[in-house]
């Protein structure tokens, strides 16, 4: 199994980015997939999840400003991030978590640096 994410980088606050998470080695559809991220010398938190039913839950450090979505056919989820904040800084991680959480994946992070 692969996560490979993609579409970090550095933004001036106010500005927006939108990261890609491609999967593979795996059943796409029947997994819920989320977004997390981790601060320097903070834990990794939760950002984002969509179920395989396509509901959705937010942080609400992020509410209104990010939204996840995903594309079963090309097995990607996407975080559109806007109105970021130097606070969004940090390393995003894709993941993807079955039923009952039997099996979790981990994708590499990709970096999200937000200037004041």
């Known amino acids: 199994v692969q996560l490979q994410a993609s579409g970090g980088g550095l933004v001036q606050a106010g500005g927006s980015l939108k990261l890609s998470c491609v999967a593979s080695g795996l059943a796409f559809n029947v997994y819920n997939m989320g977004w997390y991220r981790q601060a320097p010398g903070k834990q990794r938190e939760l950002v984002a999840t969509?179920?395989?039913?396509?509901?959705?839950e937010y942080s609400d450090s992020v509410k209104g400003r990010f939204t996840i979505s995903r594309d079963n056919a090309r097995n990607t989820v996407s975080l559109q991030m806007n109105s970021l904040k130097p606070e969004d800084t940090g390393a995003y991680f894709c993941?993807?978590?079955?039923?009952?959480?039997?099996?979790?994946?981990w994708g590499q992070g990709t970096q999200v640096t937000v200037s004041s």
């Open positions: 993941n993807a978590k079955s039923i009952m959480a039997t099996f979790n994946y």
């Open positions: 969509i179920r395989r039913e396509f509901s959705t």
